[in-house]
């Protein structure tokens, strides 16, 4: 009897042991996918001062919502690589005057976040090669910096790893993207708009920067909190003569919440898969063929001797 439960227990311990790398592997790997009917509204708001071209004013500490909406293309995708088309329009929230919308569409690895080169990637409707993290970052995001591509100057602008902050009691990592003032467009202006003396139009350079804030939920890699500090400008001999855009815009408290929400079932899930049930399947599987062991050790009879 000892030794037919001995080979039971052995039998279990063993699949235990086996149980175990699949856990962290197979298993956690078929649920570390970003979901391929994707499909994400975001709102973010602040107060921006920007320049209205229809009434050629400048509007100042205006009321303003970046509306961006994310939409997986199916039919594009594959099991390793999701497609993502993205539209945003930023307007007054008072006047509903549209003062710029975006288009982008890409592709990303499913698991890393990383941007691949396929599917008629593109900004504005222009062709563009797009690399490096594109909206989110690697299930189980690193405390490290990592290239991150930005639009508008269309190239990597490393996001910087900047510390651990609680978000709405949910712990993230601060990851801050700096660009630089840079010149992206010439603007043809007329003198009188650009505060310039004399008859005519001007040109001048349209310059760019931005201070970009991502707060990650490190488990799922995807953002639950973005804070975009803007700066829109025509610069003309070195000197500011008109804002396009200026101000901070961040997620409103809506956005927020179901970013967060988003990442409930993946912090619930993929640590247990990660970490917790394997060591335990490996505790129960060595337990197991421990106890096999004594049992056949202590169920030998002894030897007699005449």
Known sequence: MRRTVAVVLIALGVFCLALAPMMRTWVSSSLMKTPLDYYNPTVN???VTYFNIEDVELVEDADVE???TIRADVA???DDVVVWDQFTWIKDADTDFGISSTNRRAGHDRVTGELVD???AMINDQSVTQTGQGWKFPFFTEQRDYDFF???VQENVPMVFEGVEEIDGVEAYKFVQTVEPTAIDERELPREVAGLEG???????EMFSIVRTYWVEPVSGSPINISEEHHRAVVVDG???LTLLSGELKFDDATRAAAIENTAQARAVLPLLQTTLPIGALIVGVGLIGIAVVLLVTGRRPEHHD
């Open 45 to 47: 708001v602040g107060e």
């Open 199 to 205: 008859e005519g139009d001007v040109v001048g350079d």
């Open 66 to 68: 970046a509306h961006s």
């Open 118 to 120: 396929c599917c008629d």
């Open 150 to 152: 930005e639009t508008t």
């Open 239 to 241: 000197e500011e003569v």
């Open 76 to 78: 594009s995708s594959s």
